[in-house]
């Protein structure tokens, strides 16, 4: 009997063990369900990709059967991915790489797998936009900035890039000035203290143009740096491009306030101490339309140079119609080599304030003012040496002074031809140096040499006849320069031994238009 009752307690006892370990498997489900249940997958919020442009998409996973693998899939676009929890991590990021490739609704769906098989899923929604290229500056550059290749930016007004701040911009961008008179002229001005960084190429070079223009960059890119719709004699369609800096001037008043900028605005002061300043490199840029008025005889040049010093680089330029000057110097040290200007309406080259550089290697095609005005200092002298002006190609095509000196004016000049020639209906010269030549001659330590010619062989009369010129370098140059040999005639450019390598401009809109080669340059 007290085995039986033993047997029968014992029974009980592992009975009542038996529910009690099946109550608690029924309060957590079978066994091992905990790590069982499929993986979370959080995608991120939705976000809006322009065309070509890649973005990170982070993707929250929890897996409480431990990560094993993800896989990815998309729309419109492509996806990778780039980084992924650990396997038999429980939790994580999985981060995807994805770049869109058409415009539209785009998605990246993802996919992952944890340590069971257990898989989950979740789509990340995108708006895949087409890559914005045209950009509306409106306010002073203030921070480094780049404009990029490809695109273009319209000025709304007058920007400066202020001091402290760097402006890049590509090459093969395109920079288009709004057009505006006054107070409202478009102009981009680089302040003493911000730079510029301005390097195009010959394959790609920068266009700063009016709105008017509609030259895009891909044009630029495919090698055609010419207008489609303007002529490459219209002028004053917006303002143009100033560099100011901390290099010295002379002036009567210093710092000055430059040409064609409001002297209300403090960023266009220029002048210094610092003879070696720094205001960036530009190189292979083309200019075009502008010298738009601000005011009674106060337009914006191409390209002003206020206070510029001789860290700065400025090479490979283009001038095409503008209004005022094609380049013009305010006292600094800067030197500038292989510049083209065509169709300016006024000086082709201006020096004042006792501009301490060179210019080496130019060609001037048909200028309306002068050639060369050459201004002197305008202040107390600053000991400066004076400029050189050497290796200069000038076809005049129109009246107006070859050379403009004043009796003060610090320049040596030397290695210049001058061809077309101008000839009034009556058969007389129509350009000729200007009447301060005398006085300039008498100066100490400068001087003009080693002048060439072509002379016209035909004029148009009044009666639009063309009739046989007769005239001699005595027309057009002082006599002093020819009893030194310091100008002499040469028949034709073929003879020419002075003048600008005419093949370092290729790039150029004039060379591609086929006007140096109509004027026999190439």
Not at 310 to 316: L, Y
């Amino acid at each position: 009997m007290k085995i039986k009752s033993l047997l029968t307690h014992t029974a009980s006892f592992l009975l009542v063990l038996a529910l009690f370990v099946s109550c608690d498997d029924d309060d957590n489900g079978p066994t091992g369900t905990e790590n069982n249940a499929p993986p979370s997958v959080t995608a991120p919020g939705s976000q809006t990709v322009e065309i070509g442009q890649s973005v990170e998409l982070s993707f929250g996973v929890t897996a409480d059967g431990g990560y094993s693998s993800s896989e990815v899939s998309a729309t419109n676009g492509d996806a990778s991915i780039s980084s992924e929890p650990e396997t038999g991590a429980t939790s994580g990021d999985v981060v995807v790489d994805f770049t869109a490739n058409t415009a539209g609704a785009g998605s990246v769906e993802l996919t992952v797998t944890d340590g069971n098989g257990n898989s989950e899923e979740a789509t990340a929604v995108l708006t895949l936009v087409e890559e914005q290229k045209t950009f509306t500056i409106t306010d002073n550059i203030t921070t480094d900035t780049t404009w990029e290749t490809g695109k273009i930016y319209i000025l709304a007004g007058r920007i400066a890039v202020e001091s402290g701040a760097t402006l890049t911009i590509e090459g093969g961008a395109v920079v288009k000035g709004e057009a505006g008179t006054g107070a409202n002229s478009t102009a981009l001005l680089v302040a003493r203290g911000g730079t510029l960084n301005a390097n195009g190429t010959a394959d790609a070079p920068i266009i700063f143009t009016s709105v008017a223009d509609e030259i895009t960059p891909e044009m630029v890119a495919n090698g055609n740096f010419q207008s489609p719709n303007l002529d490459p004699d219209v002028q004053g369609l917006w303002g143009g491009v100033l560099i100011l800096g901390n290099a010295p001037i002379s002036a009567s008043e210093e710092p000055a306030s430059i040409e064609g900028i409001p002297s209300t605005d403090e960023n266009g002061l220029y002048g210094g101490d610092d003879p070696a300043d720094n205001s960036g490199s530009i190189t292979y840029i083309s200019i075009r339309h502008g010298g738009t008025n601000i005011g009674e005889g106060n337009e914006i040049n191409g390209l002003s140079m206020g206070g510029v010093g001789t860290g700065t680089t400025i090479e490979n330029v283009e001038i095409v119609a503008n209004q005022d000057d094609g380049l013009e110097w305010f006292g600094g040290t800067v030197n500038v080599s292989n510049v083209l200007v065509w169709n300016n309406g006024d000086d082709a080259l201006d020096t004042d304030q006792a501009w301490d550089g060179t210019i080496s290697n130019a060609v001037l095609v048909n200028p309306a003012g002068s050639g060369l005005e050459l201004d002197g200092p305008e202040g107390s002298d600053t000991s400066q040496d004076g400029h050189l002006m050497q290796n200069i190609t000038v076809y005049k095509g129109q009246p107006g002074e070859l050379i403009d000196v004043d009796d003060n004016t610090d320049v040596n000049i030397s290695d210049v031809l001058f061809f077309g020639l101008p000839v009034n209906t009556d058969g007389s010269a129509a350009s000729s140096f200007s009447s301060d030549y005398p006085d300039y001659a008498a100066q100490s330590g400068f001087a003009i040499t080693n002048l060439e010619a072509v002379l016209p062989s035909t004029y148009t009369d009044a009666d639009g006849n063309e009739q046989q010129a007769n005239l001699s370098l005595s027309d057009y140059f002082p006599q002093s320069l020819i009893d030194n040999n310091e100008v002499t005639e040469v028949s034709d450019l073929g003879s020419a031994t002075v003048g600008a390598d005419v093949s370092v401009f290729g790039w150029t809109w004039a060379s591609q238009s086929g006007a140096l080669s109509q004027l026999g340059l190439e």
